[in-house]
């Protein structure tokens, strides 16, 4: 059992979120909106990650750097933290991008 994986994908949400609060892109920007948005994206995936392990789609695959922690039937605890972080990351890059449009169109 290893904390490897789920301390890789935390660390880098904080390093996420410390860019985001460097330029508010996302959680930084408008909160409660971000907040929505992520357990949206949350729900979402994970009820797609449910869907695909009961069409057997998707199975657990062994890894040293895993916890060996399962919180369904082949769903490892390292997928609930990923999916926020996936959902965190879109966030950050599609307010980047708003940013950087905006910052565009102004100086033109």
């Known amino acids: 059992m290893s904390w490897l994986y789920l ?3 935390i660390g880098a949400g904080f390093c996420m979120g410390l860019v985001d609060r460097r330029w508010r892109l ?6 409660s909106n971000a907040l929505v948005v992520l357990a949206v994206g ?5 009820v797609w990650d449910i ?3 009961r069409l057997e789609v998707y199975a657990r695959g ?3 750097a895993m ?3 399962e919180v369904a039937r082949e769903l490892p605890l390292e997928e609930l933290f990923f999916i926020v972080f ?3 990351v879109t966030g950050v890059l599609h307010g980047l991008f708003t940013m950087l449009l905006d910052r565009r169109t102004v100086t033109r």
């Open 62 to 64: 062994e890894s040293p």
């Open 26 to 31: 996302f959680l930084f920007r408008k909160a």
């Open 51 to 53: 869907v695909a392990i």
């Open 67 to 69: 916890t060996g922690i």
């Open 42 to 46: 949350f729900v979402f995936f994970l």
């Open 7 to 9: 301390a890789s994908v």
């Open 86 to 88: 996936l959902c965190y």
